[in-house]
């Protein structure tokens, strides 16, 4: 079954590097991408771009501006919109109790 997905990325720099995350979901485990995250249905884009950031790395974040909006169909027969914005990163540590994923945080 085919599904439209909305999603807000999170382009965090420091330091002249972007932070990138291993994915652990099994459909693309292993796979590097930005924290991003599903639109909820009763939520902006805005909202879902910090919650979704905050859940995935700790950090305390603030959405700065929109970067892009891209479209990817994925083979799982999901038609993906991507809202990508670029992020002030308010906090300079991982605080790993505040973090919903286990996974891997690199910049790159």
């Known amino acids: 079954m085919e ?5 807000a990325a999170n382009i965090i720099e420091r330091d ?9 979901f099994k459909e693309v485990k292993g ?6 995250g599903r639109l909820e249905i ?3 884009i ?8 905050e859940e995935e790395t700790g950090f305390k974040l603030k959405p700065l501006y929109l970067i892009g909006i ?8 999901h038609n993906v919109v991507f809202i990508c914005f670029q992020i002030r990163d308010c906090r300079r540590e991982i605080n790993h109790h ?11």
């Open 3 to 7: 599904k439209i997905l909305v999603v």
């Open 98 to 108: 505040k973090r919903s994923h286990g996974c891997q945080m690199v910049f790159f």
């Open 46 to 53: 805005i909202t879902c771009a910090k919650r979704e950031g």
């Open 16 to 24: 002249r590097k972007i932070l990138l995350m291993q994915e652990t």
């Open 31 to 36: 796979k590097w991408n930005f924290p991003a």
């Open 70 to 77: 891209y479209q990817h169909y994925l083979t799982l027969g």
């Open 42 to 44: 009763d939520e902006d």
